[in-house]
């Protein structure tokens, strides 16, 4: 059973960049989609993007595209997340999910497997 930690969350401000790491346990790391959610306060966990087993292709969610990239090396069991131009609204803790399958879902409940989220805060 693969397992998640997510790293490289902290405090940013407006426009500024972050880099999020997910980093899986397991040797069949490979053969796992990605999916990368956030949840502000409030608010319901929303899917951001992902990537399939082989970091081939990659999806995102409209408020995210040409600001957000996600990118994966299966040699050393990560998936990342490349903010960039971060908004007040892009605030939210982020959590990668995994499953085993061959399409990338795009919804929670389609992931079994997640990690504990790392806090993301960008001051305006």
Do not use: H
């Not at 999020?20 to 346990?25: E, G, P």
């Not at 990537?51 to 408020?63: A, C, F, I, L, W």
């Not at 997340?81 to 399958?101: G, I």
């Amino acid at each position: 059973q693969v397992q998640l930690v997510e790293s490289g969350g902290g405090l940013v401000q407006a426009g500024g960049s972050l880099r999020l790491s997910c980093a899986a346990s397991g040797r069949t790391f490979s053969n796992y989609v990605v999916g990368w959610f956030r949840q502000a306060p409030g608010k319901e966990r929303e899917f951001v993007g992902g990537v399939s087993r082989s970091g081939s292709t990659t999806y995102y969610t409209d408020s995210v595209k040409g600001r957000f990239t996600i990118s994966r090396d299966n040699a050393k069991n990560s998936v990342y997340l490349q903010m960039n131009s971060l908004k007040p609204e892009d605030t939210a803790v982020y959590y990668c999910a995994a499953r085993r399958v061959v399409i990338v879902p795009t919804t929670r409940s389609q992931y079994d497997i997640w990690g504990q989220g790392t806090q993301v805060t960008v001051s305006s």
